[in-house]
Structure formats: structure tokens, C-alpha cells
């Protein structure tokens, strides 16, 4: 009897038990929150979803060595669509692959105040935290939500703490007695971000913040208030930002604003960051795209030399301008020890890199690189 050959496939799809479905891909608890999280506003190309949780505190692992031990960030993704941010991975948890969902489907965290209370019944007193330590806490949608201002509602009555408030809106002097309050009860530092005085960079490398002299302006009159603030000169863009006259200039606005002090670090790229960072970089300053490509490609930390020679640079600007360092005050922050990074190849620029954005970005800043 001649033998009948298979000429057909099997599909695994034919045997499924009792009408099971086929296995789905796993997702994370957090993930498939946030897919069902229901829509509750909409603003320009811009989805706002509330976000259940079961913490607001949360504890702090960096392999960068961060001065506190402990974070808040009312909201997930930020509106404020800065190119350099490293928090655009926070929405991988949601299994959010595209970049630009971070900056336009932002989730607040429901019942923030009442989570804050339960969390800080198992914290000690004296312990270090962040607010908006990945996203800002002041965003555009505060402004209706008012969720980081039931935060601070909360901190004007439990005391006890060293906190840290990071934001570059201007929007925090809408609470600026609650602010006072809160110091009343615990340690209170106030960082607010300027990473150039420059407006028309500011306005490519931070396309939705506030304009850089309104930041400053919230600087003079939080410390009016008697509010310790400083400025946090980050990040710093080698061949963008990290010029003295650049540096020099946010220094000298913060001195004139009444700063208590100046804080400034190297770009750091997370691989998610990637692709942002670089498109901004290709479009605006094309001679750097390669030395980027060098610096970052490989690795989200810049040189150790690099580091030093930008430190050695802040300080004198620092003492030149007669502003403290962030890590002086011990009321708002505890300095932690600096996990080492792994060096990448030294690419020095000039000692003095021109201005951001000149009339003729590519060709000024090739001939900087030919130098170099």
C-alpha cells in the first residue's frame, strides 16, 4: 500500500482546550492598570488618565548615587517635553515603547494625599525625599489636578522629614504659603531647573516649560519668602551648555534672584533617551551629532575626565558668583556616596565653546571640533 505523504502544517491555534484562547503576552500589574485606566480629560495632542497605586513614596536604587533616599512623583510622563530627559523610561513600565507617549499620555496618581499619610506612618523622621525627581511636579496639568499641593498639604502637618522639591515650573509660587508651612515642619529645599538663560534654545531643548526668566523670577520670590532655593544648572550639553559664559549666565541671573545656591552636572542619556536627544542634536547642532554619537553611543555617562574638568569649572563660576553647592545644606539633602561609572573615550572640546545656537550653528561649531 503506497504511503500518503503530510503536506500539511499544524497549527497550534487547531488544538486549543475546551475553546481556551491562546497564551497572551504577559503584561506587568502596573501596565495593565494603566490600560484600564479610563479617560478623564484631553488637552492639545494630550491624554490624562487617573492611575491607581498603592504607594506614593517610593525607595530610591541609583547606580548614580542620588542625595536622597526616597522619591515622590505625582505624576507619570511629563508635559513638558524636554529632549534630555532620562524619566522617558518610566513609561516602559506600562509597556509605553514610543517616546513621545511620555510627554503625551500622562497619568496622575489617584488618592495621593491619603497614600502619602500611610507611607510616611512607616518612615523615620529625618529621612531624605525628592519631589519630582523623574517628572515635574508642577506640570500643566497640576495646574487642575492640584495633586502635588494635596502633597504639600500633607507635609504642612506631619513634620519631620528633609525634602527636597525639584521643578521648572512657575507655577510653585501658586503655593507659596503652603511652601512656608511646610518648612515650619521639616527641612525644606527648593531646586528649581535652568539648564540655559538662553530663550531660543530653551525653547527647542525644552519645547513646553516655562520661559527661562520666569523660572528665575519664581527663584527671587520663593527666597523672599524665606525659602531656601537654589538653581540646578542641568543638564550640561558638551558643546551646547557647559561653556563658561554660558554657565556664567545662569549663575549670574541666580545671584541677582537671591539664590542660596548653584548646581550643575554632565547630560546623562539613558538608552530611551537616545533617539530624542540625538534627533534634537541633528537638527539644531549637526557638526556635534558624531562626537555625540561617540560620547553616548555606548554608554549614559560622560568621561571621568570630562566630569572633572566640568566641576572644576562650576566651582570657580560657583565662587566667582558667591552661591553655595547644593550638597552644603544638610537640611535638604545627605550627601551619599557616588557609585563609579565606567569611562568612556576623552573627547575634549575648546576651553570656551561659543554661544548656544549661533547665527550658523554647523559651521561654528565644526571649525570648534577641527580645534579640538
Known amino acids: 500500500m503506497a504511503k500518503i505523504a503530510n503536506t500539511f502544517t499544524i497549527s497550534p491555534s487547531l488544538f486549543t482546550i475546551l475553546g481556551q484562547s491562546e497564551p497572551q503576552p504577559r503584561i506587568t500589574p502596573l501596565a495593565r492598570i494603566a490600560a484600564e485606566a479610563p479617560l478623564a480629560d484631553t488637552g492639545c495632542l494630550k491624554e490624562y488618565r487617573p492611575l491607581r497605586s498603592r504607594s506614593i513614596v517610593s525607595k530610591v536604587v541609583s547606580k548614580r548615587g542620588t542625595p536622597f533616599s526616597h522619591a515622590i512623583n505625582p505624576y507619570r510622563g511629563c508635559e513638558f517635553g524636554c529632549r534630555y530627559c532620562y524619566a522617558r523610561y518610566t513609561h516602559e513600565f506600562l509597556e509605553m515603547r514610543d517616546s513621545e507617549q511620555f510627554e503625551r499620555q500622562i497619568y496622575y496618581k489617584e488618592n495621593a494625599a491619603w497614600l502619602l499619610r500611610q507611607d510616611l506612618r512607616r518612615l523615620k523622621p529625618g529621612t531624605v525625599i525628592g519631589i519630582g525627581t523623574a517628572t ?37 509660587l501658586r503655593d507659596l504659603e503652603l511652601l512656608q508651612a511646610v518648612a515650619r515642619r521639616n527641612q525644606l529645599g527648593i531646586h528649581i531647573t535652568i539648564t540655559t538663560m538662553d530663550t531660543r534654545l530653551a525653547r527647542i531643548l525644552e519645547p513646553r516649560a516655562p520661559r527661562p526668566d520666569l523660572r528665575m523670577h519664581a527663584v ?119 557609585a563609579p561609572v565606567s569611562p568612556q573615550p576623552w573627547l575634549p572640546f575648546d576651553s570656551a565653546p561659543p554661544e548656544p545656537i549661533p547665527p550658523q550653528p554647523a559651521r561654528l561649531l565644526q571649525s570648534q571640533i577641527n580645534r579640538a
Do not use: W
Request: glycine share 6%; charged share 25%; with cysteine.
Open 136 to 172: 515635574d511636579p508642577y506640570q500643566p496639568l497640576e495646574r487642575r489636578q492640584r495633586i502635588t499641593r494635596s502633597l504639600l498639604e500633607v507635609f504642612a502637618q506631619v513634620g519631620g522629614f528633609r525634602l527636597g522639591l525639584i521643578t521648572k515650573s512657575a507655577l510653585i
Open 220 to 338: 527671587a520670590q520663593l527666597r523672599k519668602a524665606g525659602l531656601r532655593t537654589g538653581v540646578m544648572c542641568c543638564p550640561l550639553m558638551p558643546g551646547i551648555t557647559d561653556s563658561r559664559a554660558s554657565i556664567s549666565a545662569v549663575a549670574r541671573a541666580a545671584a541677582e534672584a537671591g539664590a542660596n545656591f548653584l548646581h550643575a552636572n554632565a547630560l546623562f542619556l539613558k538608552p530611551c533617551s537616545l533617539p530624542v536627544f540625538f534627533q534634537f542634536v541633528r537638527e539644531n547642532f549637526p557638526a556635534l551629532e558624531k562626537s555625540y554619537q561617540q560620547r553616548y553611543g555606548q554608554n549614559a555617562f560622560v568621561s571621568p575626565e570630562y566630569r572633572k574638568r566640568v566641576a572644576e569649572l562650576v566651582e570657580s563660576i560657583r565662587r566667582e558668583f558667591k552661591l553655595g553647592e547644593r550638597t552644603q545644606f544638610g537640611e535638604a539633602f545627605a550627601r551619599q556616596p557616588i
